[in-house]
C-alpha cells in the first residue's frame, strides 16, 4: 500500500555532504560579500547620486528600500521558483543577474531608471542569500559546518570592509558610476567561481507553495525570525544615515568616513570569526553577546562622535556586533529544526531584507523628523528589544526528532 503525505517537507538535511572541500564554501561567501555590496553601495554615494539624478538625497536612501523590499519578498518563494533545479545553476543565474542590473545602475540616465535597477538587483539578491543559507549543510559535513556557515557569511561582513569603503573611494576618484561598474565586475567573477567551483545540487524533492510557511509553525524556528527582525531594523535603522551623523562632527573628514566605514567592516570579520564559531553550538549565547555589543554601539555613538577616537572605538563595537549576526540567526533557526533548513533559510532571508526595507525606511523618516541621536537611541532600544526576546527564548531542540522521523518517511512513494 502506498502512503501519501499531505504536508510534504522538503528534506534540507539532504543527502551526505562529500569529503569537505574549501572551495565551493568560498565561492558562496564570495556570492554572498557580492549580494551585500551591491545592496550596499549606495550608503557611501547618496549626495552624489542624489546630485546627479536630480533628486534629494532622501529618495536616493530609498533605493536601498527598493532592494530590500524585493529581496523580502522573493526570497521566501525561492525554494518554490528553484523547484528541483540544480542550486548551483540557480546561483550563477542569478549572480549573472545581479551584473546586469549593476551595469544598469552604472548607465541610469534617470532615478526612475536606477530605481528599476534596484528591483533587479532585490530579486538577484532575494535568491543568492535565499540558497547560500541552505547550501551550508549541502556543502559541509557536520563536523565542518560550524566553519562553513561562518565563512559563508563572513561575505557579509567583508563585503562591508572592502566593498563599501571600497566604492566610495572609488566614486572619490571616478565618480559614483565607476563604483556600479565594479561591483558589475565583481558580480560577473562570483558567477564564474559559482561555476567552477561550486558541484552540481540538485534537489530530490520540489518544494511546494503550500508549504512555504512551515518554519512560521515551528516555535524556535519562529523566534530566530523575531530576533532577525528586531536587530536588522534596529541596525539598518541607524546605520544606512551613520555618515550624516559622522559629519555632525566638522573634524571627521570624508576620508576619515571612508575610514570608519572600513574599521567597522573590519570589526565586523572579527566578530564573525570569534563569535561565529560560537553560534554553532550555542546561538543563544552567541546573539546575546552580538546584540548586546551592537545595542551598546548605536547607543554611544552620538555621544562618542565628538572625538575621532572614541567614534572610531564605538564603531568597532557596534561592527564585532553585527559581523556575527548572520551566522547566529542561522544558526539559530537551524538548530531549532534542522529538517526545515532550505525553507527556513529562505524566509529567514526575506525577514531579514524585508527588516532592512523597513529600516531604511523608518529610519529615513525619523531622521528627518528628530536628528541623528535621537534616531540611534531608538535604533538602540528596538535592538535591546532583540536581546530580551533571546534571553526570554531558545532553539527548539524538538526539531532534531522530527528530522529524523522525516528521513525514515522520505523514500515512501508519493
Given at each position: 500500500?502506498?502512503?501519501?503525505?499531505?504536508?510534504?517537507?522538503?528534506?534540507?538535511?539532504?543527502?551526505?555532504?562529500?569529503?569537505?572541500?574549501?572551495?565551493?564554501?568560498?565561492?558562496?561567501?564570495?556570492?554572498?560579500?557580492?549580494?551585500?555590496?551591491?545592496?550596499?553601495?549606495?550608503?557611501?554615494?547618496?549626495?552624489?547620486?542624489?546630485?546627479?539624478?536630480?533628486?534629494?538625497?532622501?529618495?536616493?536612501?530609498?533605493?536601498?528600500?527598493?532592494?530590500?523590499?524585493?529581496?523580502?519578498?522573493?526570497?521566501?518563494?525561492?525554494?518554490?521558483?528553484?523547484?528541483?533545479?540544480?542550486?548551483?545553476?540557480?546561483?550563477?543565474?542569478?549572480?549573472?543577474?545581479?551584473?546586469?542590473?549593476?551595469?544598469?545602475?552604472?548607465?541610469?540616465?534617470?532615478?526612475?531608471?536606477?530605481?528599476?535597477?534596484?528591483?533587479?538587483?532585490?530579486?538577484?539578491?532575494?535568491?543568492?542569500?535565499?540558497?547560500?543559507?541552505?547550501?551550508?549543510?549541502?556543502?559541509?559535513?557536520?563536523?565542518?559546518?560550524?566553519?562553513?556557515?561562518?565563512?559563508?557569511?563572513?561575505?557579509?561582513?567583508?563585503?562591508?570592509?572592502?566593498?563599501?569603503?571600497?566604492?566610495?573611494?572609488?566614486?572619490?576618484?571616478?565618480?559614483?558610476?565607476?563604483?556600479?561598474?565594479?561591483?558589475?565586475?565583481?558580480?560577473?567573477?562570483?558567477?564564474?567561481a559559482a561555476l567552477v567551483a561550486m558541484p552540481r545540487l540538485p534537489v530530490?524533492?520540489?518544494?511546494?507553495?503550500?508549504?512555504?510557511?512551515?518554519?512560521?509553525?515551528?516555535?524556535?524556528?519562529?523566534?530566530?525570525?523575531?530576533?532577525?527582525?528586531?536587530?536588522?531594523?534596529?541596525?539598518?535603522?541607524?546605520?544606512?544615515?551613520?555618515?550624516?551623523?559622522?559629519?555632525?562632527?566638522?573634524?571627521?573628514?570624508?576620508?576619515?568616513?571612508?575610514?570608519?566605514?572600513?574599521?567597522?567592516?573590519?570589526?565586523?570579520?572579527?566578530?564573525?570569526?570569534?563569535?561565529?564559531?560560537?553560534?554553532?553550538?550555542?546561538?543563544?549565547?552567541?546573539?546575546?553577546?552580538?546584540?548586546?555589543?551592537?545595542?551598546?554601539?548605536?547607543?554611544?555613538?552620538?555621544?562618542?562622535?565628538?572625538?575621532?577616537?572614541?567614534?572610531?572605538?564605538?564603531?568597532?563595537?557596534?561592527?564585532?556586533?553585527?559581523?556575527?549576526?548572520?551566522?547566529?540567526?542561522?544558526?539559530?533557526?537551524?538548530?531549532?529544526?534542522?529538517?526545515?533548513?532550505?525553507?527556513?533559510?529562505?524566509?529567514?532571508?526575506?525577514?531579514?531584507?524585508?527588516?532592512?526595507?523597513?529600516?531604511?525606511?523608518?529610519?529615513?523618516?525619523?531622521?528627518?523628523?528628530?536628528?541623528?541621536?535621537?534616531?540611534?537611541?531608538?535604533?538602540?532600544?528596538?535592538?535591546?528589544?532583540?536581546?530580551?526576546?533571546?534571553?526570554?527564548g531558545r532553539p527548539v531542540g524538538r526539531g532534531r526528532a522530527d528530522a529524523?522521523?522525516?528521513?525514515?518517511?522520505?523514500?515512501?512513494?508519493?
Amino acid at each position: 500500500m502506498t502512503t501519501q503525505r499531505t504536508d510534504p517537507v522538503t528534506p534540507s538535511t539532504p543527502p551526505p555532504a562529500p569529503d569537505f572541500r574549501w572551495a565551493p564554501v568560498l565561492a558562496v561567501a564570495l556570492s554572498t560579500f557580492t549580494v551585500v555590496t551591491a545592496e550596499m553601495m549606495p550608503v557611501g554615494l547618496l549626495p552624489s547620486i542624489a546630485a546627479d539624478l536630480a533628486v534629494n538625497t532622501g529618495l536616493a536612501g530609498m533605493s536601498l528600500t527598493i532592494t530590500g523590499v524585493l529581496a523580502a519578498i522573493v526570497a521566501p518563494l525561492t525554494p518554490v521558483i528553484a523547484g528541483r533545479g540544480d542550486r548551483r545553476t540557480l546561483l550563477v543565474g542569478f549572480l549573472a543577474l545581479l551584473t546586469l542590473a549593476n551595469i544598469g545602475s552604472a548607465l541610469s540616465p534617470s532615478f526612475a531608471m536606477f530605481a528599476v535597477t534596484r528591483v533587479l538587483i532585490g530579486v538577484s539578491m532575494g535568491v543568492v542569500w535565499a540558497s547560500a543559507g541552505g547550501l551550508g549543510p549541502r556543502l559541509a559535513d557536520p563536523a565542518h559546518l560550524g566553519r562553513a556557515m561562518t565563512a559563508i557569511f563572513s561575505g557579509t561582513s567583508i563585503g562591508m570592509v572592502l566593498g563599501l569603503p571600497a566604492g566610495t573611494f572609488i566614486a572619490g576618484l571616478a565618480g559614483w558610476r565607476a563604483a556600479f561598474w565594479a561591483v558589475a565586475a565583481l558580480s560577473a567573477a562570483s558567477a564564474i567561481a559559482a561555476l567552477v567551483a561550486m558541484p552540481r545540487l540538485p534537489v530530490v524533492e520540489r518544494a511546494r507553495l503550500s508549504g512555504m510557511l512551515l518554519p512560521w509553525r515551528d516555535r524556535g524556528v519562529r523566534t530566530g525570525f523575531a530576533i532577525t527582525a528586531l536587530v536588522v531594523v534596529g541596525h539598518f535603522m541607524a546605520y544606512t544615515y551613520i555618515r550624516p551623523v559622522l559629519e555632525t562632527n566638522p573634524a571627521i573628514t570624508p576620508p576619515l568616513i571612508v575610514a570608519a566605514l572600513a574599521v567597522f567592516g573590519l570589526a565586523g570579520i572579527a566578530g564573525n570569526a570569534v563569535i561565529g564559531p560560537l553560534a554553532a553550538g550555542r546561538p543563544r549565547s552567541a546573539l546575546l553577546i552580538a546584540l548586546g555589543a551592537i545595542a551598546l554601539g548605536t547607543a554611544l555613538l552620538p555621544v562618542s562622535v565628538a572625538a575621532i577616537w572614541s567614534a572610531f572605538a564605538v564603531l568597532t563595537l557596534w561592527g564585532v556586533g553585527y559581523g556575527a549576526i548572520g551566522v547566529a540567526t542561522q544558526a539559530w533557526i537551524r538548530t531549532a529544526n534542522p529538517a526545515l533548513v532550505e525553507r527556513s533559510s529562505a524566509m529567514w532571508s526575506g525577514v531579514f531584507n524585508g527588516a532592512i526595507a523597513v529600516g531604511a525606511f523608518a529610519g529615513g523618516l525619523l531622521f528627518d523628523g528628530i536628528g541623528g541621536a535621537p534616531l540611534l537611541l531608538v535604533a538602540a532600544a528596538i535592538v535591546a528589544g532583540g536581546w530580551v526576546t533571546t534571553l526570554a527564548g531558545r532553539p527548539v531542540g524538538r526539531g532534531r526528532a522530527d528530522a529524523r522521523a522525516r528521513s525514515r518517511t522520505a523514500d515512501v512513494p508519493r
